[in-house]
Nanobody
C-alpha cells in the first residue's frame, strides 16, 4: 500500500491549505488515518487523526484551526488547515493504521509534503 499526499506549499501567515492523502489500494482493515509533522531539528509529532468511526484526536497546538476528515470508502484522509502560523512549518506525513486484532497491526506512511508558512 502506498499513501500519496498532495496539497502542500507556501502560504502566508493567517492563510489556509488543504492536504489530501489517498491510499493506492483498498485497506480492508483500516482502523484510522491521520497526519504527523516534523519540523527541522524536532521529532515527528501527531497533528490529527480520525478513526473509521469518526473519533478525532488533535494536537493541542492545532485545535480550533485544523480539521481532519476521512472518506473511508476511498481510504482518503484530508487535513484542512486554517489560520496557519510560522510554527506550522514542517514536512507533513500521512499515516494509515491497518489493524486485524491478534493477526497484524501495520502502519503505512506517505512520502511527506512540505508546508511552509512565511511572509
Amino acid at each position: 500500500v502506498q499513501l500519496v499526499e498532495s496539497g502542500g506549499g507556501l502560504v502566508q501567515p493567517g492563510g489556509a491549505l488543504r492536504l489530501s492523502c489517498a491510499a493506492s489500494e483498498k485497506i480492508f482493515s483500516l482502523h484510522d488515518m491521520g497526519w504527523y509533522r516534523q519540523a527541522p531539528g524536532k521529532e515527528r509529532e501527531l497533528v490529527a487523526a480520525i478513526t473509521v468511526g469518526g473519533t478525532t484526536n488533535y494536537a493541542d497546538s492545532v485545535k480550533g484551526r485544523f480539521t481532519v476528515s476521512l472518506d473511508s470508502a476511498k481510504n482518503t484522509v484530508y487535513l484542512q488547515m486554517n489560520s496557519l502560523q510560522a510554527d506550522d512549518t514542517a514536512v507533513y506525513y500521512c499515516n494509515a493504521h491497518d489493524v486485524f486484532p491478534g493477526v497484524y497491526d501495520v502502519d503505512y506512511w506517505g512520502q511527506g509534503t512540505q508546508v511552509t508558512v512565511s511572509s
